[in-house]
């Protein structure tokens, strides 16, 4: 039974090896052996149930129990790989630049008026975030526009007094596709933000919740 040719039995997945050689699509393939393997579990209950009928008998109601488990079980799994099939096609095309916000870098100790002027001067069509730097230069903070909005005085104030903790991130350049993303997040799990680099200069952030909400939506 394992070698017929349906997703999730072994012969579902050869069979999903070879649509994907001859199409050369990897989605196309899975999607194919998914409802090959929908095909059979519905054949299963066909044979339990509608062939005695046919022939004037009355269904095994052993067999009926056990064939059906398996056709659930078949249908279920094939249907969870046309899932994740449609979701690893979406990966591959996704353009990351959906969900890349515009930022700069600034000082720790960087004057806040000056440093929202240099951001609302960027060319983006939305706000632009400020990364405040630790005295290391690493991304320390995320700068409060919110709260630097309400401070009746901005004059002499610095970043630092307006940001909140950045959190974990990983830092990528702005070339990167989806799916090398999702592998560099592989080692760092519990990151929280990606910071998008063009060479040395900070471009952009990805707030990672956000993508994955986008990306596995179905």
Partial sequence: MNLLPGIPLDGGWALQALIWRATGSQYRGTILASWAGRLIALAFVFAAVVVPLLSGQRPDLITVAWTTAIAVMLW??????????????????????????PAIAAAWDADVDQTLRVADAQPSQTATLVVVLDARGLPSGLLDRRAASRAPD?????????????G?????????TAPHLLESLTHRPKAAFCLVMEGSTLTGVIDLQEFYDELLAD
């Fill in 154 to 166: 901005l004059e002499g104030r610095q970043v630092h007094e307006f940001m909140h903790p950045l």
């Fill in 76 to 101: 279920f799994s094939a249907g969870d790989a046309a899932a994740h099939a449609r979701r690893a096609q979406r990966m591959e095309t996704y353009d990351l630049d959906r969900v890349i916000q």
């Fill in 168 to 176: 974990a991130w990983i830092g990528v350049p702005h070339s990167i």
